[in-house]
Protein backbone atom coordinates (compact mmCIF):
# COMPACT_ATOMS: atom_id res chain seq x y z
CA UNK A 1 0.00 0.00 0.00
CA UNK A 2 1.10 3.13 -0.90
CA UNK A 3 1.46 5.51 1.76
CA UNK A 4 0.71 9.42 0.82
CA UNK A 5 3.94 11.99 1.16
CA UNK A 6 1.82 14.13 3.84
CA UNK A 7 1.55 11.16 6.04
CA UNK A 8 5.21 9.83 5.12
CA UNK A 9 6.77 13.63 6.32
CA UNK A 10 4.10 14.14 8.99
CA UNK A 11 5.78 10.11 10.59
CA UNK A 12 9.20 11.70 10.11
CA UNK A 13 8.64 14.34 11.30
CA UNK A 14 7.18 12.72 15.01
CA UNK A 15 10.06 10.21 14.95
CA UNK A 16 12.87 12.30 13.15
CA UNK A 17 15.88 12.42 12.19
CA UNK A 18 18.11 11.75 15.19
CA UNK A 19 21.09 12.66 13.34
CA UNK A 20 20.18 15.93 11.66
CA UNK A 21 18.96 16.92 15.22
CA UNK A 22 21.60 16.27 17.14
CA UNK A 23 23.11 19.59 14.91
CA UNK A 24 21.14 21.43 16.81
CA UNK A 25 22.54 22.08 20.40
CA UNK A 26 19.63 20.64 23.15
CA UNK A 27 19.33 24.19 24.83
CA UNK A 28 17.66 24.05 28.36
CA UNK A 29 15.62 27.17 28.93
CA UNK A 30 13.84 27.07 25.33
CA UNK A 31 13.64 23.42 25.51
CA UNK A 32 11.61 24.06 28.94
CA UNK A 33 9.61 27.13 28.00
CA UNK A 34 8.20 25.38 25.48
CA UNK A 35 7.39 22.31 26.64
CA UNK A 36 5.64 24.38 29.72
CA UNK A 37 3.51 26.69 27.60
CA UNK A 38 2.38 23.40 25.51
CA UNK A 39 1.35 22.10 28.89
CA UNK A 40 -0.23 25.11 30.46
CA UNK A 41 -2.36 26.42 27.55
CA UNK A 42 -3.03 22.81 26.59
CA UNK A 43 -4.32 22.28 30.17
CA UNK A 44 -6.61 25.72 29.46
CA UNK A 45 -7.68 24.38 26.60
CA UNK A 46 -9.37 21.52 27.84
CA UNK A 47 -11.08 23.53 30.38
CA UNK A 48 -12.68 26.11 27.52
CA UNK A 49 -13.26 23.07 25.22
CA UNK A 50 -15.33 21.71 28.44
CA UNK A 51 -16.70 25.33 29.10
CA UNK A 52 -17.83 25.75 25.63
CA UNK A 53 -19.28 22.35 25.89
CA UNK A 54 -21.01 22.39 28.97
CA UNK A 55 -22.77 25.45 27.76
CA UNK A 56 -24.27 24.27 24.58
CA UNK A 57 -25.35 21.33 27.15
CA UNK A 58 -26.88 24.33 28.86
CA UNK A 59 -28.36 26.09 25.81
CA UNK A 60 -29.93 22.79 24.25
CA UNK A 61 -31.72 22.24 28.06
CA UNK A 62 -33.25 25.25 28.43
CA UNK A 63 -34.53 25.79 24.58
CA UNK A 64 -35.94 22.23 25.23
CA UNK A 65 -37.34 22.33 28.16
CA UNK A 66 -38.59 25.84 27.75
CA UNK A 67 -40.05 25.57 24.45
CA UNK A 68 -42.07 22.44 25.32
CA UNK A 69 -44.02 24.19 28.18
CA UNK A 70 -46.19 26.91 28.90
CA UNK A 71 -48.28 28.44 31.50
CA UNK A 72 -51.98 29.96 31.47
CA UNK A 73 -52.71 32.09 34.87
CA UNK A 74 -55.78 32.40 35.96
CA UNK A 75 -57.39 35.58 37.96
CA UNK A 76 -60.94 35.40 38.70
CA UNK A 77 -62.82 36.50 41.50
CA UNK A 78 -63.17 33.74 44.33
CA UNK A 79 -66.72 32.19 43.27
CA UNK A 80 -65.99 32.34 39.41
CA UNK A 81 -62.42 30.80 40.15
CA UNK A 82 -63.11 26.79 39.88
CA UNK A 83 -65.69 27.43 37.03
CA UNK A 84 -62.74 29.20 35.03
CA UNK A 85 -60.38 26.66 35.91
CA UNK A 86 -62.66 23.91 34.28
CA UNK A 87 -63.48 25.83 31.34
CA UNK A 88 -59.87 26.61 30.81
CA UNK A 89 -59.04 23.23 31.29
CA UNK A 90 -61.36 22.13 28.71
CA UNK A 91 -60.35 24.70 26.36
CA UNK A 92 -57.09 23.37 27.02
CA UNK A 93 -57.88 19.54 26.07
CA UNK A 94 -59.84 20.18 23.06
CA UNK A 95 -56.53 22.30 21.60
CA UNK A 96 -54.72 20.71 19.16
CA UNK A 97 -51.17 20.01 19.90
CA UNK A 98 -51.23 20.55 24.02
CA UNK A 99 -50.06 17.06 24.68
CA UNK A 100 -51.02 17.56 28.39
CA UNK A 101 -52.94 20.54 30.60
CA UNK A 102 -52.38 19.87 34.39
CA UNK A 103 -53.89 22.33 37.44
CA UNK A 104 -50.73 22.86 39.59
CA UNK A 105 -51.57 21.59 43.41
CA UNK A 106 -50.96 24.23 46.20
CA UNK A 107 -48.14 22.41 47.38
CA UNK A 108 -46.53 22.82 44.05
CA UNK A 109 -47.38 26.71 44.14
CA UNK A 110 -46.02 27.12 47.93
CA UNK A 111 -42.63 25.24 46.42
CA UNK A 112 -42.76 27.93 43.50
CA UNK A 113 -43.02 30.93 46.04
CA UNK A 114 -40.63 29.35 49.05
CA UNK A 115 -37.86 30.49 47.36
CA UNK A 116 -38.84 34.57 47.86
CA UNK A 117 -41.02 33.93 51.03
CA UNK A 118 -39.94 31.17 53.18
CA UNK A 119 -41.43 27.60 53.94
CA UNK A 120 -44.85 27.59 55.46
CA UNK A 121 -46.37 29.83 53.41
CA UNK A 122 -50.38 29.78 53.48
CA UNK A 123 -51.28 29.55 49.84
CA UNK A 124 -55.18 28.74 50.25
CA UNK A 125 -55.31 32.21 52.18
CA UNK A 126 -53.76 34.13 49.48
CA UNK A 127 -55.55 35.64 46.63
CA UNK A 128 -53.26 33.94 43.96
CA UNK A 129 -53.72 33.22 40.10
CA UNK A 130 -53.84 29.90 39.29
CA UNK A 131 -51.75 27.82 37.34
CA UNK A 132 -52.00 25.37 34.63
CA UNK A 133 -49.11 23.78 33.35
CA UNK A 134 -49.11 22.88 29.77
CA UNK A 135 -47.24 20.41 28.18
CA UNK A 136 -46.72 20.82 24.17
CA UNK A 137 -46.25 18.15 21.71
CA UNK A 138 -43.84 17.66 19.05
CA UNK A 139 -45.30 20.39 17.17
CA UNK A 140 -46.20 22.49 19.32
CA UNK A 141 -49.77 24.87 19.61
CA UNK A 142 -50.81 27.71 17.56
CA UNK A 143 -50.63 30.34 20.82
CA UNK A 144 -52.15 33.58 19.08
CA UNK A 145 -54.93 30.85 18.07
CA UNK A 146 -55.43 29.35 22.10
CA UNK A 147 -55.52 33.23 22.80
CA UNK A 148 -58.29 34.45 21.30
CA UNK A 149 -60.25 31.36 22.36
CA UNK A 150 -58.61 31.92 25.68
CA UNK A 151 -60.02 35.46 25.47
CA UNK A 152 -63.57 34.65 24.50
CA UNK A 153 -64.10 31.81 27.31
CA UNK A 154 -61.73 32.28 30.33
CA UNK A 155 -61.54 36.53 30.33
CA UNK A 156 -59.36 36.34 33.36
CA UNK A 157 -56.80 34.05 31.86
CA UNK A 158 -53.43 34.68 30.42
CA UNK A 159 -51.18 32.28 28.50
CA UNK A 160 -47.16 32.40 29.08
CA UNK A 161 -45.46 30.84 26.31
CA UNK A 162 -41.95 31.95 27.88
CA UNK A 163 -40.93 33.14 24.41
CA UNK A 164 -40.00 36.45 26.03
CA UNK A 165 -37.41 35.40 28.65
CA UNK A 166 -36.45 32.21 26.78
CA UNK A 167 -34.83 33.98 24.24
CA UNK A 168 -32.65 35.74 26.06
CA UNK A 169 -31.75 32.59 28.11
CA UNK A 170 -30.88 30.36 25.24
CA UNK A 171 -28.69 33.55 23.79
CA UNK A 172 -26.78 33.90 26.53
CA UNK A 173 -26.03 30.24 26.71
CA UNK A 174 -24.87 30.24 23.05
CA UNK A 175 -23.29 33.54 23.99
CA UNK A 176 -21.38 31.51 26.70
CA UNK A 177 -20.92 28.87 24.25
CA UNK A 178 -19.06 31.39 21.80
CA UNK A 179 -16.93 32.81 23.79
CA UNK A 180 -15.60 29.12 24.86
CA UNK A 181 -14.67 28.67 21.06
CA UNK A 182 -13.11 32.12 21.47
CA UNK A 183 -10.86 31.28 24.30
CA UNK A 184 -10.28 28.17 22.61
CA UNK A 185 -9.25 30.09 19.35
CA UNK A 186 -6.66 32.48 22.20
CA UNK A 187 -5.30 29.94 23.52
CA UNK A 188 -4.30 28.51 20.03
CA UNK A 189 -2.63 32.09 18.86
CA UNK A 190 -1.51 32.40 22.19
CA UNK A 191 0.59 29.25 21.96
CA UNK A 192 1.80 29.95 18.38
CA UNK A 193 3.19 33.38 19.06
CA UNK A 194 5.07 32.02 22.53
CA UNK A 195 6.27 29.17 20.56
CA UNK A 196 7.41 31.43 17.72
CA UNK A 197 9.48 33.73 20.36
CA UNK A 198 11.06 30.46 21.82
CA UNK A 199 11.66 29.65 18.24
CA UNK A 200 12.67 33.00 17.46
CA UNK A 201 15.53 32.83 20.28
CA UNK A 202 16.92 29.15 19.84
CA UNK A 203 17.52 29.94 16.07
CA UNK A 204 19.34 33.29 17.20
CA UNK A 205 20.64 31.40 19.39
CA UNK A 206 22.28 29.02 16.97
CA UNK A 207 22.76 31.66 14.00
CA UNK A 208 26.63 29.69 14.34
CA UNK A 209 25.12 26.43 14.11
CA UNK A 210 23.40 27.70 10.87
CA UNK A 211 26.54 29.31 9.83
CA UNK A 212 28.72 25.69 9.52
CA UNK A 213 25.38 23.26 8.74
CA UNK A 214 25.38 25.73 5.35
CA UNK A 215 29.40 25.31 4.75
CA UNK A 216 29.27 22.08 5.14
CA UNK A 217 26.20 22.75 2.29
CA UNK A 218 22.97 22.19 3.99
CA UNK A 219 20.22 23.27 2.35
CA UNK A 220 17.25 25.61 3.79
CA UNK A 221 14.92 23.31 4.29
CA UNK A 222 16.87 20.76 6.36
CA UNK A 223 18.15 23.51 8.75
CA UNK A 224 14.46 24.35 9.49
CA UNK A 225 13.75 21.19 9.83
CA UNK A 226 16.19 20.23 12.38
CA UNK A 227 14.52 23.15 14.63
CA UNK A 228 10.83 22.89 13.46
CA UNK A 229 10.86 19.25 14.70
CA UNK A 230 12.45 19.64 17.69
CA UNK A 231 10.21 22.12 18.65
CA UNK A 232 7.04 19.97 17.42
CA UNK A 233 7.93 17.28 19.41
CA UNK A 234 8.34 19.39 22.62
CA UNK A 235 5.19 21.31 22.23
CA UNK A 236 3.28 17.59 20.92
CA UNK A 237 4.97 15.97 24.52
CA UNK A 238 3.72 19.30 26.46
CA UNK A 239 0.69 19.51 25.56
CA UNK A 240 0.12 15.68 26.12
CA UNK A 241 0.70 16.19 29.48
CA UNK A 242 -1.54 19.22 29.57
CA UNK A 243 -4.33 17.61 28.44
CA UNK A 244 -4.11 14.61 30.49
CA UNK A 245 -3.82 16.60 34.18
CA UNK A 246 -6.58 19.20 32.47
CA UNK A 247 -9.03 15.71 31.64
CA UNK A 248 -7.76 14.63 35.66
CA UNK A 249 -8.91 17.72 37.02
CA UNK A 250 -12.45 17.79 35.16
CA UNK A 251 -12.56 14.00 36.77
CA UNK A 252 -12.30 15.77 39.97
CA UNK A 253 -14.88 18.03 39.77
CA UNK A 254 -18.37 16.60 41.57
CA UNK A 255 -20.18 15.83 39.09
CA UNK A 256 -24.11 17.33 38.19
CA UNK A 257 -26.40 14.59 39.96
CA UNK A 258 -24.56 15.14 43.31
CA UNK A 259 -24.51 18.73 43.50
CA UNK A 260 -26.14 20.68 40.53
CA UNK A 261 -25.40 23.15 38.50
CA UNK A 262 -24.28 24.90 35.99
CA UNK A 263 -19.96 24.99 37.11
CA UNK A 264 -20.50 21.38 38.24
CA UNK A 265 -21.39 19.97 34.87
CA UNK A 266 -18.32 21.77 33.93
CA UNK A 267 -16.97 18.77 31.92
CA UNK A 268 -17.44 16.11 29.03
CA UNK A 269 -20.13 13.34 28.68
CA UNK A 270 -19.51 10.04 26.59
CA UNK A 271 -17.92 10.23 23.35
CA UNK A 272 -17.50 14.01 24.20
CA UNK A 273 -14.39 12.49 26.34
CA UNK A 274 -12.90 11.92 23.20
CA UNK A 275 -12.64 15.82 22.49
CA UNK A 276 -9.73 16.95 24.24
CA UNK A 277 -7.59 14.55 22.10
CA UNK A 278 -7.74 16.90 19.69
CA UNK A 279 -5.75 19.08 21.52
CA UNK A 280 -2.28 18.16 21.34
CA UNK A 281 -2.05 17.03 17.41
CA UNK A 282 -3.80 20.56 16.80
CA UNK A 283 -0.68 22.21 19.16
CA UNK A 284 1.90 20.63 17.66
CA UNK A 285 0.32 22.02 14.22
CA UNK A 286 0.47 25.08 15.25
CA UNK A 287 4.39 25.00 16.65
CA UNK A 288 5.16 23.48 13.09
CA UNK A 289 3.67 26.20 11.40
CA UNK A 290 5.30 28.87 13.91
CA UNK A 291 8.65 27.12 13.79
CA UNK A 292 8.15 26.73 10.34
CA UNK A 293 7.89 30.63 9.90
CA UNK A 294 10.37 32.17 12.41
CA UNK A 295 13.05 29.51 10.80
CA UNK A 296 12.20 30.09 7.18
CA UNK A 297 11.91 33.98 8.07
CA UNK A 298 15.71 33.65 10.09
CA UNK A 299 17.05 31.82 7.01
CA UNK A 300 16.19 34.34 4.89
CA UNK A 301 17.59 37.06 6.89
CA UNK A 302 20.82 35.25 7.62
CA UNK A 303 21.36 34.81 3.65
CA UNK B 1 35.60 24.29 -12.38
CA UNK B 2 35.48 28.00 -10.44
CA UNK B 3 35.78 31.04 -12.62
CA UNK B 4 36.36 34.40 -11.52
CA UNK B 5 35.91 36.86 -14.33
CA UNK B 6 36.31 41.26 -13.96
CA UNK B 7 34.95 40.36 -9.90
CA UNK B 8 35.13 43.33 -8.04
CA UNK B 9 33.82 43.44 -4.21
CA UNK B 10 32.87 46.44 -2.11
CA UNK B 11 31.70 46.92 1.20
CA UNK B 12 31.13 50.31 3.71
CA UNK B 13 31.30 52.50 0.32
CA UNK B 14 35.11 51.44 -0.15
CA UNK B 15 36.15 49.00 -3.06
CA UNK B 16 38.30 45.78 -1.75
CA UNK B 17 39.46 44.79 -5.14
CA UNK B 18 38.24 44.99 -8.91
CA UNK B 19 38.60 43.67 -12.35
CA UNK B 20 39.86 40.35 -10.88
CA UNK B 21 40.13 37.36 -12.69
CA UNK B 22 40.84 33.71 -11.58
CA UNK B 23 40.07 30.01 -12.83
CA UNK B 24 40.89 26.92 -11.10
CA UNK B 25 41.10 24.64 -13.81
CA UNK B 26 40.30 20.49 -12.16
CA UNK B 27 43.89 19.48 -10.79
CA UNK B 28 45.38 22.96 -10.18
CA UNK B 29 47.10 23.93 -6.50
CA UNK B 30 46.92 27.55 -6.03
CA UNK B 31 48.45 29.21 -3.45
CA UNK B 32 46.51 32.81 -2.83
CA UNK B 33 48.97 35.27 -0.78
CA UNK B 34 49.08 38.72 0.32
CA UNK B 35 48.93 41.21 3.40
CA UNK B 36 46.50 40.86 6.15
CA UNK B 37 43.26 42.69 4.76
CA UNK B 38 43.97 42.42 0.80
CA UNK B 39 41.14 40.44 0.55
CA UNK B 40 41.85 36.80 0.61
CA UNK B 41 39.55 35.43 2.92
CA UNK B 42 36.73 37.66 0.97
CA UNK B 43 37.99 35.85 -2.12
CA UNK B 44 37.89 32.82 -1.25
CA UNK B 45 34.42 33.59 0.26
CA UNK B 46 33.36 34.59 -3.46
CA UNK B 47 34.60 31.01 -4.00
CA UNK B 48 32.16 29.16 -2.22
CA UNK B 49 28.76 31.83 -2.58
CA UNK B 50 29.18 32.68 0.76
CA UNK B 51 29.76 36.37 -0.61
CA UNK B 52 28.12 37.50 -3.92
CA UNK B 53 30.87 39.57 -6.30
CA UNK B 54 29.53 43.48 -6.53
CA UNK B 55 31.01 43.34 -9.98
CA UNK B 56 32.18 41.16 -13.01
CA UNK B 57 30.49 37.52 -12.73
CA UNK B 58 31.61 34.16 -10.44
CA UNK B 59 31.10 30.66 -11.97
CA UNK B 60 30.78 27.70 -9.69
CA UNK B 61 31.35 24.72 -11.69
CA UNK B 62 29.31 26.45 -14.81
CA UNK B 63 26.41 28.36 -13.04
CA UNK B 64 27.00 32.06 -12.52
CA UNK B 65 26.74 31.96 -8.84
CA UNK B 66 24.56 35.30 -8.71
CA UNK B 67 21.89 33.15 -10.74
CA UNK B 68 21.85 30.40 -8.13
CA UNK B 69 18.90 29.76 -5.28
CA UNK B 70 20.36 29.90 -1.77
CA UNK B 71 19.55 25.78 -2.57
CA UNK B 72 21.87 25.76 -5.58
CA UNK B 73 24.46 27.32 -3.28
CA UNK B 74 24.20 24.36 -0.77
CA UNK B 75 24.55 21.73 -3.27
CA UNK B 76 27.52 23.78 -4.73
CA UNK B 77 29.10 23.35 -1.46
CA UNK B 78 28.90 20.11 -1.47
CA UNK B 79 31.59 19.72 -4.46
CA UNK B 80 33.55 22.52 -2.64
CA UNK B 81 35.42 21.43 0.58
CA UNK B 82 36.41 24.67 3.07
CA UNK B 83 38.84 24.46 6.02
CA UNK B 84 38.52 27.63 7.64
CA UNK B 85 41.43 29.12 9.64
CA UNK B 86 39.35 29.15 12.53
CA UNK B 87 37.82 25.85 11.59
CA UNK B 88 33.61 26.43 12.33
CA UNK B 89 32.87 23.40 14.50
CA UNK B 90 29.62 22.34 15.81
CA UNK B 91 31.27 22.59 19.41
CA UNK B 92 28.87 20.18 21.04
CA UNK B 93 29.18 17.42 18.75
CA UNK B 94 32.16 14.84 18.92
CA UNK B 95 35.23 15.48 16.67
CA UNK B 96 33.77 12.56 14.36
CA UNK B 97 30.69 13.61 13.96
CA UNK B 98 31.73 17.04 12.61
CA UNK B 99 34.04 15.61 10.16
CA UNK B 100 30.42 13.45 9.49
CA UNK B 101 28.23 16.53 9.20
CA UNK B 102 28.67 17.25 5.28
CA UNK B 103 27.60 13.64 4.88
CA UNK B 104 24.52 13.68 7.40
CA UNK B 105 23.38 16.93 5.68
CA UNK B 106 23.29 15.43 2.22
CA UNK B 107 21.74 12.12 3.67
CA UNK B 108 24.71 10.25 1.96
CA UNK B 109 24.44 6.90 3.41
CA UNK B 110 26.92 5.22 0.94
CA UNK B 111 30.07 6.16 3.22
CA UNK B 112 29.95 3.61 5.87
CA UNK B 113 31.82 3.63 9.87
CA UNK B 114 34.98 2.37 8.07
CA UNK B 115 35.53 4.76 5.57
CA UNK B 116 34.91 7.49 8.61
CA UNK B 117 37.49 5.64 10.68
CA UNK B 118 39.51 5.60 7.71
CA UNK B 119 39.66 9.21 6.91
CA UNK B 120 40.06 9.96 10.76
CA UNK B 121 43.01 7.77 10.64
CA UNK B 122 44.43 9.26 7.43
CA UNK B 123 44.16 13.13 9.82
CA UNK B 124 45.56 11.38 12.68
CA UNK B 125 43.07 11.90 14.86
CA UNK B 126 41.46 8.31 15.39
CA UNK B 127 42.37 8.72 19.52
CA UNK B 128 40.81 11.77 19.48
CA UNK B 129 37.54 10.89 17.49
CA UNK B 130 35.02 10.85 20.37
CA UNK B 131 36.11 14.36 21.66
CA UNK B 132 34.73 17.29 21.63
CA UNK B 133 36.20 20.24 19.18
CA UNK B 134 37.11 22.65 21.82
CA UNK B 135 39.13 19.97 23.62
CA UNK B 136 41.69 19.74 20.78
CA UNK B 137 45.01 21.72 19.78
CA UNK B 138 44.94 24.01 17.11
CA UNK B 139 46.92 21.63 14.63
CA UNK B 140 44.01 18.88 15.31
CA UNK B 141 41.42 21.01 15.06
CA UNK B 142 42.87 22.00 11.73
CA UNK B 143 42.99 18.12 11.07
CA UNK B 144 39.70 17.45 11.63
CA UNK B 145 38.52 20.65 9.38
CA UNK B 146 40.37 19.15 6.40
CA UNK B 147 38.79 15.80 7.09
CA UNK B 148 35.69 17.14 7.23
CA UNK B 149 36.29 19.39 4.17
CA UNK B 150 37.08 16.08 2.44
CA UNK B 151 34.86 13.31 3.58
CA UNK B 152 32.24 14.15 0.39
CA UNK B 153 35.23 13.70 -1.67
CA UNK B 154 34.83 17.32 -3.22
CA UNK B 155 35.97 18.89 -6.64
CA UNK B 156 37.91 21.74 -5.27
CA UNK B 157 39.07 22.34 -1.97
CA UNK B 158 39.71 25.80 -0.17
CA UNK B 159 41.97 26.10 2.79
CA UNK B 160 41.81 29.72 3.99
CA UNK B 161 45.20 30.38 6.30
CA UNK B 162 45.12 26.48 7.26
CA UNK B 163 48.41 26.71 8.99
CA UNK B 164 48.15 30.28 10.76
CA UNK B 165 47.88 28.91 14.23
CA UNK B 166 50.10 25.89 14.50
CA UNK B 167 53.56 24.79 14.58
CA UNK B 168 56.09 24.38 11.43
CA UNK B 169 56.11 20.69 11.57
CA UNK B 170 52.30 20.48 12.05
CA UNK B 171 52.36 23.22 8.92
CA UNK B 172 54.21 20.61 6.71
CA UNK B 173 51.83 17.78 7.89
CA UNK B 174 48.94 19.93 7.08
CA UNK B 175 50.22 21.05 3.33
CA UNK B 176 51.43 16.96 2.66
CA UNK B 177 47.84 15.95 3.03
CA UNK B 178 46.50 18.96 0.80
CA UNK B 179 49.22 17.91 -1.65
CA UNK B 180 48.08 14.05 -1.44
CA UNK B 181 44.65 15.06 -1.85
CA UNK B 182 45.59 17.37 -5.11
CA UNK B 183 47.32 13.86 -6.32
CA UNK B 184 43.75 12.47 -6.13
CA UNK B 185 42.74 15.16 -8.50
CA UNK B 186 41.27 17.25 -6.56
CA UNK B 187 41.54 21.18 -7.22
CA UNK B 188 43.18 23.37 -4.28
CA UNK B 189 43.60 27.05 -3.24
CA UNK B 190 45.19 27.40 -0.39
CA UNK B 191 45.28 31.05 0.89
CA UNK B 192 48.40 32.09 3.60
CA UNK B 193 50.93 34.37 3.87
CA UNK B 194 53.47 31.77 5.40
CA UNK B 195 55.79 32.24 2.48
CA UNK B 196 57.90 29.04 4.10
CA UNK B 197 55.30 26.96 3.16
CA UNK B 198 54.95 28.17 -0.27
CA UNK B 199 58.40 27.25 -0.63
CA UNK B 200 58.06 23.88 0.61
CA UNK B 201 55.17 22.95 -1.15
CA UNK B 202 56.79 23.99 -4.05
CA UNK B 203 59.38 21.03 -3.96
CA UNK B 204 56.12 18.43 -3.71
CA UNK B 205 54.04 19.80 -6.25
CA UNK B 206 53.63 22.14 -9.09
CA UNK B 207 51.51 24.79 -7.99
CA UNK B 208 51.02 28.97 -9.00
CA UNK B 209 51.27 31.55 -6.24
CA UNK B 210 48.69 34.22 -7.07
CA UNK B 211 48.84 37.70 -4.58
CA UNK B 212 46.28 39.66 -4.19
CA UNK B 213 48.03 43.18 -3.21
CA UNK B 214 46.77 46.44 -4.07
CA UNK B 215 43.29 45.37 -5.41
CA UNK B 216 44.68 43.58 -7.90
CA UNK B 217 45.30 40.03 -8.38
CA UNK B 218 48.98 39.21 -9.76
CA UNK B 219 50.77 35.88 -10.50
CA UNK B 220 53.91 35.93 -8.17
CA UNK B 221 57.57 35.93 -9.94
CA UNK B 222 60.74 34.33 -9.07
CA UNK B 223 61.07 36.03 -5.39
CA UNK B 224 59.39 33.27 -3.70
Known sequence: ?303 | MIELSHVAYSYGGGELFSDLSLTLSPGSFHFLTGPSGAGKTTLMKLCYGELIATAGEVRLFGEDARQMSRDGIALARRRIGVVHQDCQFLDHLPVSENIALPLTVAGRKDKGIQDLADLIAWVGLTKQASQLPPELSGGERQRAALARAVIMSPDVILADEPTGNIDWEMSQRLLRLLVELNRMGKTVLVATHDMALIRAAKQEVQSRVLRLTERRLQLAGADL
Open chain 1, 1 to 303: MRVPAFARRGWLLLIGDPKAERAVPPSGFTAWLTSFTAAAMAFLAVFAMAFSFAAGRLADRWSDELARTSTLRLSAPAGQMEAQTATALEVLTTTPGVAEARLLSEAEQQALLEPWFGPGLPVASLPLPRLIEIIEEEDGFDAAGLRARLQAEVPGAVLDDHTRWREPLVAAAARLRSLGWLALLLIGASTGAMITLAAQAALAANAQVIRVMRLVGAQDAYIARAFVRRFTQRTLSGALAGMAAGMAALLLIPRTEVAGGFLTGLGFTGAGWLWPLAIPPLAALVAFAATRTAATRRLRDLS
